[in-house]
């Protein structure tokens, strides 16, 4: 007699498999920044007059500005009681940039998305917008020259002739609208095929740091809207790594939204430290 009882396969089921071995995944971006309210202190509010009104100012401009538009705030107007209170409210948010030249400017978003705070020799001002203007028409000039497609190659530059022409081709034809993107962490290449294209791109002026969930490093290149963005997780491992062709990657812009937004926190603000 034929038993319809079938013993299961051997090496399946609990306790099967070494104990020892356990998955390993790539650890994700974790510890958002967020925003959180922080109220200044202020003993005599006549004597930071001044700074009251620029942050009223300030608000203004971030609603006008979320229809479009930017605006700009001189500091050196104020003396050292009200510039510190301006410090203290404005704080420092998640987006900083670097921008090389003369003059060479520093740029820091404040806790307020779209209000920037840009310090450079004789620079010290507030500006409101998606981005500073500087580091849109700055961004290309070259800090380290761009070789071009001619530029020498080794054995070991594979794919990376084929991605030069693509991105200069999109270079030279883009004229606004969506971004061009070039998806590194998808395609094959090696060591050299980057160094290749780093020589033949170049570098630019403007260096972004963008930090979120982990860190978003974005740097332009010597060539007209091509930037090279890439994605970190917390643990410093490069987990996106792109090229984007495109006015300025939208992971440093503050969008219309955040502007409106900051116009109310702004005011909120005033009003609790008046």
């Known amino acids: 007699m034929v038993s319809n009882f079938h013993l299961p396969p051997i090496g399946f089921g609990p306790g099967s498999q070494p104990e020892d071995d356990e998955l390993s995944y790539l650890q994700l971006p974790s510890g958002m920044r967020s925003y959180s309210p922080h109220l200044p202190e202020v003993e005599d509010a006549s004597a930071l007059a001044p700074a009251l009104r620029l942050i009223a100012e300030l608000a203004d401009a971030a609603e006008a500005c979320a ?43 404040s806790v307020f998305a779209g209000v920037w705070s840009v310090a450079g020799a004789g620079t010290d001002r507030v500006e409101i917008g998606a981005v500073p203007p500087a580091a849109l028409s700055r961004a290309f000039e070259p800090y380290l020259a761009a070789a071009g497609i001619a530029h020498p190659r080794g054995g070991q530059v594979v794919n990376a002739p084929a991605l030069a022409v693509e991105l200069l081709d999109k270079s030279a034809s883009y004229a606004g609208g969506e971004a061009h993107v070039v998806n590194l962490s998808l395609l094959p290449h090696t060591e050299e095929d980057l160094v290749w294209l780093d020589a033949v791109l170049g570098e630019g002026a403007v260096t972004i740091l963008s930090r979120g969930y982990g860190n978003c490093r974005i740097t332009a290149t010597a060539v007209p809207h ?12 490069l987990i ?35």
Do not use: C, Y
């Open 67 to 109: 229809k479009g538009g930017v605006a700009a705030f001189d500091l050196t107007v104020l003396d050292a009681a009200n510039r510190a209170l301006m410090a203290e409210t404005l704080g420092q948010g998640e987006v900083a940039m670097k921008i090389r030249g003369i003059p060479a400017l520093m740029v820091q978003e």
């Open 226 to 237: 091509v930037w090279r963005v890439q994605f970190f997780n917390s643990m410093e491992t």
């Open 240 to 274: 996106l790594d792109t090229f984007e062709v495109t006015t300025m990657p939208e992971v440093a812009l503050a969008a219309p939204e955040d502007l409106a937004d900051s116009a109310g926190r702004l005011r909120e603000v005033l009003e609790a430290i008046r």
